[in-house]
């Protein structure tokens, strides 16, 4: 994994902040200056959080029953998700990674096993639709409501359709407004990492990362970092699991083999 620099953080315009008028008073720690009305963001503080963010998410990542959520809905964050949602299952790291780009579903971590409904919903939708049998036994009309309502489910649940469970972590790419999503995190215990422009509170995120959340030079930049911290922990985590289970199946095979042979000993001496 690449080295962060101040030099490709301002490059990618990371250190832009909102107007001076939008700014949240919590989040004068990493503001620089002023410039003609607009906050600027002192870049070696964005160094620095994003660095303990990619830390704690590589070593999230190596626990191979370990979940990751990416919260990020905004026009500009949905590509750049989406793009770095494939590297990873490109380079076979994409167990345990979720993804929210339409918009937070309220009560999705406070409301699990409700919300979880919509996804045994959409199971179901997906079977039925698959089955000539089954849309045999109804209208034509039914049946394209059914794939109206799929549609829909896939474009909110699609990304989380899979999730058995609350996330270990959520990373979100705009603290302000994803507001909901870090307030249930915080409410049950599942620890935030998170892109925080001058306009949000970064007391509420447990890894804030200092940074232009507006600008897509800025976001893919993060957003990729973060990924490949996840990319190269996911992997540690399972070469060690292969490696754990390859002993574990030598010590097996030598038990067998050592029983085996006070067997055939103990025939002989009979």
């Not at 999230?60 to 590297?87: C, E, M, S």
């Not at 979720?98 to 939708?125: A, Q």
Request: proline share 3%; glycine share 8%; with cysteine.
């Amino acid at each position: 994994m690449s080295e962060i620099t101040l030099e490709e953080l301002l490059e990618a315009g990371c250190h832009f902040g909102h107007q001076v008028t939008r700014s949240n008073p919590k989040a004068r720690d990493f503001i620089f200056e002023a410039r003609d009305g607009i906050h600027i963001i002192d870049l070696a503080k964005t160094k620095e959080g994003l660095e303990e963010a990619i830390s704690y998410v590589r070593n999230l990542a190596a626990n191979p029953a370990a979940t990751l959520l990416i919260v990020g809905t905004k026009r500009q964050a949905r590509p750049v998700v989406v793009d770095n949602i494939k590297k990873a299952k490109e380079a076979d790291a994409s167990e345990g990674l979720y993804f929210v780009t339409e918009h937070w579903i309220g009560g999705f971590l406070t409301n699990f096993s409700e919300v979880s409904r919509n996804f045994k919903k959409l199971e179901t939708l997906t079977r039925n639709l698959s089955s000539d049998e089954e849309k045999s036994k109804f209208t034509k009309k039914e049946v394209g409501d059914w794939e109206k309502e799929k549609k829909k489910l896939e474009i909110l649940y699609g990304g989380i359709k899979d999730v058995k469970k609350s996330p270990d972590a959520i990373f979100v790419v705009d603290a302000r407004l994803e507001e909901l999503a870090i307030k249930e995190a915080n409410k049950t215990g599942v620890t935030t990492v998170a892109i925080v422009d001058t306009n949000a509170d970064p007391n509420a995120v447990d890894y804030p990362i200092p940074a232009n959340d507006d600008a897509v030079g800025s976001i893919g930049l993060i957003v990729g970092f973060i990924m490949d911290a996840w990319i190269e922990g996911r992997l540690k985590g399972q070469k060690a699991k292969e490696k754990t289970e390859k002993k574990e199946e030598t010590k097996k095979l030598s038990k067998t083999k050592s029983a085996s042979g006070g067997e055939k000993k103990n025939e002989k001496n009979s």
